[in-house]
Protein backbone atom coordinates (compact mmCIF):
# COMPACT_ATOMS: atom_id res chain seq x y z
CA UNK A 1 0.00 0.00 0.00
CA UNK A 2 1.23 3.28 -0.85
CA UNK A 3 1.16 6.59 1.47
CA UNK A 4 1.48 9.82 -0.46
CA UNK A 5 4.21 11.81 0.38
CA UNK A 6 4.42 14.38 3.13
CA UNK A 7 6.26 16.92 3.30
CA UNK A 8 7.75 18.20 6.00
CA UNK A 9 8.16 21.96 7.06
CA UNK A 10 9.41 23.26 9.76
CA UNK A 11 10.49 27.03 10.44
CA UNK A 12 14.45 25.94 10.55
CA UNK A 13 13.97 23.53 7.40
CA UNK A 14 12.75 26.32 5.24
CA UNK A 15 15.48 28.83 6.49
CA UNK A 16 18.12 26.23 6.03
CA UNK A 17 16.79 26.03 2.40
CA UNK A 18 16.46 29.45 1.82
CA UNK A 19 19.32 30.70 3.74
CA UNK A 20 21.82 32.53 1.53
CA UNK A 21 19.25 33.08 -1.00
CA UNK A 22 18.96 36.30 -2.30
CA UNK A 23 16.60 37.12 -5.26
CA UNK A 24 17.67 39.75 -7.79
CA UNK A 25 15.36 42.02 -9.96
CA UNK A 26 17.08 40.38 -13.62
CA UNK A 27 15.61 41.97 -16.73
CA UNK A 28 15.90 39.61 -19.51
CA UNK A 29 16.05 41.00 -23.70
CA UNK A 30 14.84 38.88 -25.95
CA UNK A 31 15.05 38.67 -29.66
CA UNK A 32 11.51 37.71 -30.53
CA UNK A 33 10.20 36.68 -34.06
CA UNK A 34 6.91 35.91 -35.20
CA UNK A 35 6.24 36.10 -38.61
CA UNK A 36 2.38 35.51 -38.13
CA UNK A 37 2.34 38.85 -36.19
CA UNK A 38 4.85 40.95 -37.81
CA UNK A 39 7.65 40.53 -40.21
CA UNK A 40 10.76 41.92 -38.17
CA UNK A 41 11.63 40.59 -35.12
CA UNK A 42 11.40 42.78 -31.89
CA UNK A 43 13.80 43.59 -28.49
CA UNK A 44 11.28 42.13 -25.73
CA UNK A 45 12.25 42.84 -21.97
CA UNK A 46 10.99 40.96 -19.36
CA UNK A 47 11.55 41.04 -15.19
CA UNK A 48 11.83 38.42 -13.45
CA UNK A 49 12.70 37.90 -9.51
CA UNK A 50 15.70 35.08 -9.65
CA UNK A 51 18.55 33.45 -7.21
CA UNK A 52 21.51 34.59 -9.55
CA UNK A 53 22.58 30.89 -9.11
CA UNK A 54 19.87 30.08 -11.53
CA UNK A 55 20.33 29.24 -14.87
CA UNK A 56 19.38 31.22 -17.74
CA UNK A 57 17.23 27.89 -19.09
CA UNK A 58 15.54 28.69 -15.67
CA UNK A 59 14.72 32.33 -16.48
CA UNK A 60 13.23 31.30 -19.56
CA UNK A 61 11.42 28.70 -17.80
CA UNK A 62 10.12 30.75 -15.71
CA UNK A 63 8.99 33.39 -18.75
CA UNK A 64 6.92 30.94 -20.43
CA UNK A 65 4.88 29.50 -17.78
CA UNK A 66 4.32 32.72 -15.72
CA UNK A 67 4.55 35.43 -18.06
CA UNK A 68 4.09 34.35 -21.84
CA UNK A 69 3.18 31.58 -23.18
CA UNK A 70 4.14 32.22 -26.27
CA UNK A 71 7.89 32.25 -25.84
CA UNK A 72 9.40 29.78 -27.78
CA UNK A 73 13.14 27.79 -27.19
CA UNK A 74 14.23 24.23 -27.65
CA UNK A 75 15.04 22.82 -24.47
CA UNK A 76 15.10 19.20 -23.34
CA UNK A 77 17.37 17.50 -20.95
CA UNK A 78 18.09 20.71 -19.15
CA UNK A 79 21.69 19.32 -18.33
CA UNK A 80 24.22 19.81 -20.94
CA UNK A 81 23.53 16.99 -23.19
CA UNK A 82 21.32 16.97 -25.53
CA UNK A 83 22.32 19.99 -27.59
CA UNK A 84 18.99 21.92 -27.82
CA UNK A 85 19.23 25.05 -25.98
CA UNK A 86 22.42 27.03 -27.97
CA UNK A 87 21.64 30.55 -28.08
CA UNK A 88 23.43 33.22 -28.22
CA UNK A 89 23.51 34.84 -24.71
CA UNK A 90 25.13 38.30 -24.63
CA UNK A 91 26.69 38.29 -27.41
CA UNK A 92 28.06 34.59 -27.38
CA UNK A 93 27.20 31.27 -27.80
CA UNK A 94 26.45 29.49 -24.94
CA UNK A 95 24.06 26.73 -23.72
CA UNK A 96 21.06 28.02 -21.78
CA UNK A 97 20.75 25.46 -19.43
CA UNK A 98 24.81 25.55 -18.76
CA UNK A 99 24.91 29.41 -17.80
CA UNK A 100 24.14 30.52 -14.76
CA UNK A 101 22.95 33.53 -14.20
CA UNK A 102 25.84 35.38 -12.01
CA UNK A 103 28.17 34.62 -15.20
CA UNK A 104 26.57 36.50 -17.60
CA UNK A 105 26.19 40.04 -15.56
CA UNK A 106 22.49 39.96 -14.18
CA UNK A 107 22.91 43.84 -13.18
CA UNK A 108 22.28 44.53 -16.71
CA UNK A 109 19.90 43.30 -18.81
CA UNK A 110 20.96 39.54 -20.26
CA UNK A 111 20.34 39.70 -24.03
CA UNK A 112 19.16 36.64 -25.53
CA UNK A 113 18.96 35.85 -29.41
CA UNK A 114 18.30 32.32 -32.01
CA UNK A 115 21.96 31.37 -33.25
CA UNK A 116 23.42 32.85 -36.22
CA UNK A 117 22.93 31.51 -39.73
CA UNK A 118 20.78 30.08 -39.99
CA UNK A 119 16.94 30.74 -40.43
CA UNK A 120 14.88 31.66 -37.67
CA UNK A 121 11.84 29.91 -37.47
CA UNK A 122 10.43 31.75 -34.42
CA UNK A 123 11.84 33.63 -31.39
CA UNK A 124 14.57 31.67 -30.36
CA UNK A 125 14.29 28.36 -32.53
CA UNK A 126 16.10 28.49 -36.22
CA UNK A 127 15.71 25.74 -38.64
CA UNK A 128 18.70 23.24 -38.25
CA UNK A 129 18.46 21.29 -41.04
CA UNK A 130 21.13 22.96 -43.00
CA UNK A 131 23.23 22.42 -40.24
CA UNK A 132 22.45 18.36 -40.03
CA UNK A 133 23.11 18.26 -43.84
CA UNK A 134 26.56 19.02 -43.68
CA UNK A 135 26.60 16.47 -40.74
CA UNK A 136 25.08 13.52 -42.98
CA UNK A 137 27.12 15.06 -45.40
CA UNK A 138 30.54 13.40 -44.03
CA UNK A 139 29.38 10.09 -43.30
CA UNK A 140 29.25 10.00 -39.30
CA UNK A 141 28.98 6.47 -38.91
CA UNK A 142 31.85 3.79 -39.05
CA UNK A 143 32.69 2.00 -42.40
CA UNK A 144 34.59 -0.93 -42.62
CA UNK A 145 35.77 -3.36 -44.99
CA UNK A 146 35.75 -7.26 -45.10
CA UNK A 147 34.31 -9.11 -43.40
CA UNK A 148 32.77 -8.68 -39.81
CA UNK A 149 34.89 -10.19 -36.54
CA UNK A 150 33.52 -12.35 -34.49
CA UNK A 151 33.83 -10.51 -31.84
CA UNK A 152 34.49 -6.73 -30.96
CA UNK A 153 36.37 -4.50 -32.60
CA UNK A 154 39.29 -4.06 -30.23
CA UNK A 155 41.58 -0.66 -29.77
CA UNK A 156 44.19 0.14 -27.90
CA UNK A 157 43.82 3.14 -24.99
CA UNK A 158 46.46 5.17 -27.60
CA UNK A 159 43.86 4.93 -30.40
CA UNK A 160 41.41 5.84 -28.48
CA UNK A 161 43.06 8.89 -26.75
CA UNK A 162 43.88 9.80 -30.67
CA UNK A 163 40.15 10.90 -31.26
CA UNK A 164 38.78 11.42 -27.62
CA UNK A 165 38.37 15.00 -28.03
CA UNK A 166 36.01 15.01 -30.88
CA UNK A 167 33.74 12.23 -29.16
CA UNK A 168 32.47 14.96 -26.86
CA UNK A 169 30.41 16.84 -29.72
CA UNK A 170 26.68 16.98 -28.72
CA UNK A 171 25.51 18.53 -31.94
CA UNK A 172 24.41 22.10 -30.37
CA UNK A 173 25.40 24.53 -33.38
CA UNK A 174 27.12 26.48 -30.93
CA UNK A 175 30.41 26.43 -32.88
CA UNK A 176 28.87 26.17 -36.62
CA UNK A 177 26.64 29.24 -35.82
CA UNK A 178 29.72 31.36 -34.24
CA UNK A 179 31.85 30.54 -37.43
CA UNK A 180 31.91 33.68 -39.63
CA UNK A 181 32.48 31.77 -42.71
CA UNK A 182 29.38 30.12 -42.13
CA UNK A 183 27.12 33.29 -41.65
CA UNK A 184 28.41 34.61 -45.40
CA UNK A 185 28.30 31.30 -46.73
CA UNK A 186 25.90 28.61 -45.48
CA UNK A 187 27.50 25.99 -48.36
CA UNK A 188 30.13 25.29 -46.09
CA UNK A 189 30.41 22.32 -43.71
CA UNK A 190 31.18 24.19 -40.65
CA UNK A 191 32.90 23.12 -37.74
CA UNK A 192 30.71 20.42 -36.47
CA UNK A 193 30.77 18.52 -38.97
CA UNK A 194 34.40 18.91 -39.82
CA UNK A 195 34.41 17.53 -36.13
CA UNK A 196 32.47 14.65 -36.05
CA UNK A 197 34.32 13.88 -39.34
CA UNK A 198 37.55 14.19 -37.52
CA UNK A 199 35.89 11.22 -34.64
CA UNK A 200 36.25 8.91 -37.67
CA UNK A 201 38.97 9.66 -39.48
CA UNK A 202 41.50 9.61 -36.41
CA UNK A 203 39.73 5.84 -35.39
CA UNK A 204 42.23 2.99 -35.93
CA UNK A 205 39.28 0.95 -36.77
CA UNK A 206 37.63 2.80 -39.47
CA UNK A 207 38.43 2.43 -42.96
CA UNK A 208 36.43 5.31 -44.44
CA UNK A 209 38.80 8.03 -43.60
CA UNK A 210 39.90 8.29 -47.46
CA UNK A 211 36.49 8.89 -48.35
CA UNK A 212 35.78 11.37 -45.66
CA UNK A 213 38.86 13.28 -46.39
CA UNK A 214 38.32 13.52 -50.20
CA UNK A 215 34.39 14.92 -49.27
CA UNK A 216 35.97 17.54 -46.96
CA UNK A 217 38.74 18.66 -49.67
CA UNK A 218 36.19 20.47 -51.49
CA UNK A 219 35.26 24.24 -52.05
CA UNK A 220 33.36 24.33 -49.36
CA UNK A 221 35.21 21.76 -47.28
CA UNK A 222 37.98 22.48 -44.34
CA UNK A 223 40.56 24.99 -46.81
CA UNK A 224 37.66 27.70 -45.80
CA UNK A 225 38.61 27.61 -42.16
CA UNK A 226 40.10 30.84 -41.27
CA UNK A 227 41.06 29.84 -37.97
CA UNK A 228 39.63 32.22 -36.21
CA UNK A 229 38.28 30.32 -32.67
CA UNK A 230 35.69 31.48 -32.73
CA UNK A 231 33.91 27.50 -32.52
CA UNK A 232 36.81 26.62 -29.50
CA UNK A 233 35.64 29.60 -27.48
CA UNK A 234 31.69 28.71 -28.45
CA UNK A 235 32.11 24.88 -27.90
CA UNK A 236 29.85 24.10 -24.33
CA UNK A 237 32.07 20.78 -24.14
CA UNK A 238 35.47 22.32 -24.50
CA UNK A 239 36.33 20.50 -27.80
CA UNK A 240 39.70 22.21 -29.27
CA UNK A 241 37.49 22.80 -32.50
CA UNK A 242 39.99 25.06 -34.38
CA UNK A 243 42.73 22.25 -33.56
CA UNK A 244 40.48 19.38 -34.39
CA UNK A 245 40.11 21.36 -38.15
CA UNK A 246 43.70 22.00 -37.88
CA UNK A 247 44.68 18.06 -37.90
CA UNK A 248 42.19 17.55 -40.62
CA UNK A 249 43.92 20.01 -43.09
CA UNK A 250 47.39 18.16 -42.23
CA UNK A 251 45.93 14.80 -42.45
CA UNK A 252 44.81 16.01 -45.98
CA UNK A 253 48.18 17.04 -46.79
CA UNK A 254 50.56 14.57 -45.41
CA UNK A 255 47.65 11.95 -46.41
CA UNK A 256 49.12 10.35 -42.68
CA UNK A 257 45.78 9.85 -40.07
CA UNK B 1 -1.24 35.17 -19.42
CA UNK B 2 0.64 37.10 -22.21
CA UNK B 3 2.86 39.93 -21.83
CA UNK B 4 1.49 42.92 -24.31
CA UNK B 5 4.45 44.38 -26.38
CA UNK B 6 3.83 46.44 -29.40
CA UNK B 7 5.98 46.55 -32.29
CA UNK B 8 7.20 50.35 -31.77
CA UNK B 9 10.36 51.80 -33.88
CA UNK B 10 12.59 51.20 -30.54
CA UNK B 11 12.12 47.54 -30.50
CA UNK B 12 11.52 46.61 -34.32
CA UNK B 13 14.62 45.05 -35.60
CA UNK B 14 14.83 45.89 -39.41
CA UNK B 15 16.26 42.37 -40.83
CA UNK B 16 20.02 42.17 -42.36
CA UNK B 17 18.72 41.51 -45.22
CA UNK B 18 15.09 41.45 -48.06
CA UNK B 19 12.84 38.27 -47.51
CA UNK B 20 12.44 36.40 -50.85
CA UNK B 21 8.97 36.51 -50.34
CA UNK B 22 9.29 32.86 -50.80
CA UNK B 23 10.03 31.45 -47.49
CA UNK B 24 10.16 27.55 -46.82
CA UNK B 25 7.27 26.79 -48.46
CA UNK B 26 5.38 25.39 -45.69
CA UNK B 27 2.13 26.70 -47.31
CA UNK B 28 2.18 28.99 -44.02
CA UNK B 29 1.33 32.64 -45.48
CA UNK B 30 3.27 34.54 -42.43
CA UNK B 31 5.96 31.75 -43.91
CA UNK B 32 7.35 34.66 -47.05
CA UNK B 33 8.18 36.87 -43.84
CA UNK B 34 11.01 34.53 -42.74
CA UNK B 35 14.70 35.35 -44.00
CA UNK B 36 16.34 32.43 -45.53
CA UNK B 37 20.03 32.05 -45.79
CA UNK B 38 20.75 33.12 -49.35
CA UNK B 39 23.07 29.80 -49.09
CA UNK B 40 22.39 26.85 -47.12
CA UNK B 41 23.49 23.57 -47.18
CA UNK B 42 20.42 21.28 -48.54
CA UNK B 43 20.16 17.87 -50.34
CA UNK B 44 20.51 18.92 -53.44
CA UNK B 45 23.26 20.96 -53.20
CA UNK B 46 26.05 19.75 -55.77
CA UNK B 47 28.80 18.11 -55.11
CA UNK B 48 31.78 19.40 -56.32
CA UNK B 49 34.89 18.72 -58.74
CA UNK B 50 37.49 16.75 -57.22
CA UNK B 51 40.73 18.41 -56.94
CA UNK B 52 42.96 19.62 -54.86
CA UNK B 53 43.49 23.38 -55.87
CA UNK B 54 41.77 24.62 -52.87
CA UNK B 55 44.34 22.57 -50.60
CA UNK B 56 47.17 23.82 -53.01
CA UNK B 57 46.03 27.40 -52.63
CA UNK B 58 46.57 27.16 -48.78
CA UNK B 59 49.82 25.41 -49.44
CA UNK B 60 50.85 27.98 -51.32
CA UNK B 61 49.55 30.81 -48.74
CA UNK B 62 51.28 29.24 -46.02
CA UNK B 63 54.71 28.51 -48.02
CA UNK B 64 54.71 31.69 -49.73
CA UNK B 65 53.79 33.14 -46.74
CA UNK B 66 57.33 32.47 -44.93
CA UNK B 67 59.59 33.56 -48.18
CA UNK B 68 57.75 36.96 -48.91
CA UNK B 69 58.58 37.57 -45.00
CA UNK B 70 62.53 37.51 -45.63
CA UNK B 71 62.40 38.74 -49.05
CA UNK B 72 60.06 42.17 -48.22
CA UNK B 73 61.89 42.67 -45.01
CA UNK B 74 65.70 42.45 -46.92
CA UNK B 75 63.70 44.49 -49.47
CA UNK B 76 62.56 47.35 -46.88
CA UNK B 77 65.68 47.32 -45.31
CA UNK B 78 68.13 48.07 -48.16
CA UNK B 79 65.53 50.62 -49.71
CA UNK B 80 64.94 52.01 -46.29
CA UNK B 81 68.04 51.77 -43.89
CA UNK B 82 71.36 50.54 -45.23
CA UNK B 83 73.50 53.17 -46.85
CA UNK B 84 71.68 56.53 -46.07
CA UNK B 85 68.04 55.46 -46.55
CA UNK B 86 65.59 56.47 -49.33
CA UNK B 87 67.34 59.26 -49.83
CA UNK B 88 69.52 57.28 -52.15
CA UNK B 89 67.04 55.74 -54.27
CA UNK B 90 66.98 57.02 -57.79
CA UNK B 91 67.02 55.79 -60.94
CA UNK B 92 71.05 55.17 -60.91
CA UNK B 93 70.78 53.21 -57.75
CA UNK B 94 67.70 50.74 -59.43
CA UNK B 95 69.80 50.48 -62.64
CA UNK B 96 72.67 49.63 -60.59
CA UNK B 97 70.63 46.89 -58.79
CA UNK B 98 68.77 45.22 -61.94
CA UNK B 99 72.30 44.81 -63.58
CA UNK B 100 73.01 41.79 -61.07
CA UNK B 101 70.76 39.31 -62.10
CA UNK B 102 70.54 38.31 -58.37
CA UNK B 103 68.50 41.23 -57.43
CA UNK B 104 66.65 40.79 -60.63
CA UNK B 105 65.73 37.36 -59.70
CA UNK B 106 64.92 38.58 -55.91
CA UNK B 107 62.81 41.66 -57.56
CA UNK B 108 60.68 39.09 -59.83
CA UNK B 109 59.92 36.66 -56.90
CA UNK B 110 58.91 39.19 -54.65
CA UNK B 111 56.76 40.39 -57.17
CA UNK B 112 55.15 37.01 -58.31
CA UNK B 113 54.44 35.86 -54.83
CA UNK B 114 53.42 38.84 -53.51
CA UNK B 115 50.88 39.16 -56.08
CA UNK B 116 49.44 36.04 -55.98
CA UNK B 117 49.30 35.32 -52.78
CA UNK B 118 47.40 39.14 -52.26
CA UNK B 119 45.22 38.03 -54.95
CA UNK B 120 44.77 34.79 -53.36
CA UNK B 121 43.65 36.33 -50.34
CA UNK B 122 41.10 39.10 -52.08
CA UNK B 123 39.71 35.74 -54.01
CA UNK B 124 38.96 34.10 -50.49
CA UNK B 125 37.49 37.22 -49.36
CA UNK B 126 35.27 37.70 -52.70
CA UNK B 127 34.47 34.16 -51.69
CA UNK B 128 33.01 34.91 -48.34
CA UNK B 129 31.15 38.03 -48.99
CA UNK B 130 29.74 38.43 -52.12
CA UNK B 131 26.32 36.82 -51.52
CA UNK B 132 25.32 36.21 -55.60
CA UNK B 133 27.28 33.98 -58.16
CA UNK B 134 27.31 36.85 -60.73
CA UNK B 135 28.71 39.56 -58.16
CA UNK B 136 31.21 36.98 -57.18
CA UNK B 137 32.18 35.99 -60.92
CA UNK B 138 32.63 39.86 -61.95
CA UNK B 139 34.63 40.39 -58.73
CA UNK B 140 37.29 37.77 -59.26
CA UNK B 141 37.39 38.81 -63.06
CA UNK B 142 38.32 41.86 -62.40
CA UNK B 143 40.84 40.71 -60.23
CA UNK B 144 42.04 38.04 -62.19
CA UNK B 145 42.81 40.73 -64.92
CA UNK B 146 44.41 43.34 -62.28
CA UNK B 147 46.48 40.69 -61.20
CA UNK B 148 47.43 39.36 -64.72
CA UNK B 149 48.66 42.61 -65.85
CA UNK B 150 50.64 43.54 -62.54
CA UNK B 151 52.82 40.50 -62.87
CA UNK B 152 53.11 40.57 -66.84
CA UNK B 153 54.00 44.48 -66.30
CA UNK B 154 56.26 44.18 -63.65
CA UNK B 155 57.63 40.97 -65.17
CA UNK B 156 58.32 42.55 -68.24
CA UNK B 157 60.15 45.85 -67.27
CA UNK B 158 62.50 43.96 -64.77
CA UNK B 159 63.56 41.76 -68.25
CA UNK B 160 63.72 44.60 -70.43
CA UNK B 161 65.36 47.27 -68.15
CA UNK B 162 67.83 49.63 -70.23
CA UNK B 163 69.80 51.56 -67.74
CA UNK B 164 70.96 53.78 -71.24
CA UNK B 165 67.50 54.73 -71.52
Redesign the interface.
Known sequence: MSTPTVEKHSAALDAAELGGVKLITVTVRI??F???????????D?QLEMDPKERVLDALNKIKW?????LTYRRSCAHGICGSDAMRINGRNRLACKTLLKDVNPEKPITIEAIK?????KDLIV?M???F??YK?VMPFLITKGNEPTRERLQTAEDRERFDDTTKCILCAACTSSC??FW????Y?GPAAIVNAHRFIFDSRDEGAEQRL?IL?????V??C?TTFNCSEACPRGIEVTKAIQEV?RA??TRRF | MQTDYTYTDDVVVASAQAHTGQGLGTGNPADAFVVEPPRTRTKKTPRRTRTNFEMLAWLFMRLSGVVLVVLILGHLLIMLVLDGGVSKIGFAFVAGRWASPFWQGWDLLMLWLAMLHGSNGMRTVINDYAEKDSTRLWLKTLMGAATVFTVLLGTLVIFTFDPNI
Open positions: RRNPEEHPDPVWVYEQDGTGLTVLDDPFQADPVNDGQFENDREGWRRKLV
